[in-house]
């Protein structure tokens, strides 16, 4: 049935978009800890500099949730690093 056929298909790429948000989603995190890291600061410290919970970091660090572009912009603007340093899948 070609209805049947496109639905398959459909859940075929929804799991692919799954799959690939969720690697995004580690990499903005891990990113994130990373540049913390660097930084020597803990996530009370960044939280309290960015007006977020620490649970809030820490979300966005193990990769539970997805910082909003405007956290981005914070975060890229209080660590001195570009956009592209947290959401780019490379070492820092």
């Known amino acids: 049935n070609k209805y049947?056929?496109?639905i398959l298909r459909i859940k075929k790429q929804m799991v692919k978009y799954k799959r690939v948000m969720k690697m995004l989603n580690n990499t903005i995190g891990k990113?994130?800890?990373r540049v913390?890291?660097?930084?020597?600061?803990?996530?009370?410290?960044?939280?309290?500099q960015l007006?977020?919970?620490r649970q809030t970091l820490s979300a966005y660090e193990t990769g539970r949730s997805v910082p909003n572009i405007y956290i981005l912009?914070?975060?890229?603007?209080?660590?001195?690093?570009?956009?592209?340093d947290l959401t780019r899948?490379?070492?820092?």
């Not at 913390?36 to 309290?48: G, L, S």
């Not at 912009?73 to 956009?83: G, N, P």
């Not at 899948?89 to 820092?92: H, I, P, W, Y």
């Open 4 to 6: 049947r056929i496109n």
């Open 31 to 33: 990113n994130i800890r």
């Open 36 to 48: 913390r890291e660097i930084n020597d600061m803990n996530q009370e410290e960044v939280a309290a």
């Open 51 to 53: 007006n977020i919970r």
């Open 73 to 84: 912009l914070e975060l890229a603007s209080f660590f001195r690093v570009s956009i592209e």
């Open 89 to 92: 899948n490379v070492k820092l």
